[in-house]
């Protein structure tokens, strides 16, 4: 019923920037929040970035002042702007939304993930 398609990942020198994407498609009725999580190897999954559907953001303290949230309501989708990559910043990137495809019908959905390295 709902699909994502995740792009923009990939390997990027430490100090490099990337911007990922996620759009939503299928039997929408309606996106509250939408978000960017993260999973390294070993490691929990985590929150790094959220946005509501008025524009309210919030970010990780890990990537305060580094990477940037912002949507596109018209167009169902997701940014998430990378500057100053470091290599901690390694791992499988997520996007996150809380869909209705019925009025309050809400579940969330998961994007199928796409890798970003972070090397020299």
């Known amino acids: 019923q709902v699909q994502f398609v995740e792009s923009g990942g990939g390997l990027v020198q430490p100090g490099g920037s990337l911007r990922l994407s996620c759009a939503a498609s299928g039997s929408i009725f309606s996106i509250s929040g939408m978000a960017w999580y993260r999973q390294a190897p070993g490691k929990q999954r985590e929150l790094v970035a959220a946005?509501?559907?008025?524009?309210?953001?919030k970010y990780a303290d890990s990537v305060k002042g580094r990477f940037t949230i912002s949507r596109d309501n018209a167009k169902k989708t997701v940014y998430l702007q990378m500057n100053s990559l470091k290599p901690e910043d390694t791992a499988v990137y997520y996007c996150?939304?809380?869909?209705?495809?019925?009025?309050?019908?809400?579940?969330?959905?998961w994007g199928q993930g796409t890798q970003v390295t972070v090397s020299s």
């Open positions: 946005i509501t559907s008025g524009g309210s953001t």
């Open positions: 996150n939304a809380g869909i209705a495809t019925t009025p309050g019908g809400w579940r969330d959905y």
